[in-house]
Nanobody, 122 residues
């Protein structure tokens, strides 16, 4: 399984960005794709995840109501729509995949995309 994240950039507070995670190599059902983020000096934290087979989703409390995770089955891409961005959302965002249920345990993910930097600043 391979992942490639893109879509980061500089945005003003209150703005929006959409991150993309292009995936390849999925050969069976049962995968979870998650977005994590890591701010300078902080641990990597889970932001949102989605079950590929059911589209069930989960969000961290800090992003509920602002971020939306979705997938495009045809293009094998998972998106993270981020609205009403705040300076505290500034971080490098990573997508990751595991075979199994949704979790924010970093250690349980099998493959990671390269990070994409999101900077929220005026």
């Amino acid at each position: 399984v391979q992942l490639q994240a893109s879509g980061g950039g500089l945005v003003q507070p209150g703005g929006s960005l959409r991150l993309s995670c292009a995936t390849s190599g999925f050969t069976r059902n049962g995968y979870t794709v998650a977005w994590f983020r890591q701010a300078p000096g902080k641990e990597r934290e889970g932001v949102s995840c989605i079950r590929i087979d059911s589209s069930t989703t989960r969000y961290a409390d800090s992003v509920k109501g602002r971020f939306t995770i979705s997938r495009d089955r045809a293009k094998s891409t998972v998106f993270l729509q981020m609205n009403d961005l705040k300076p505290e959302d500034t971080a490098v965002y990573y997508c990751a995949v595991r075979f199994g249920s949704m979790t924010y345990d970093v250690r349980s993910y099998d493959a990671w995309g390269q990070g994409t930097l999101v900077t929220v600043s005026s």
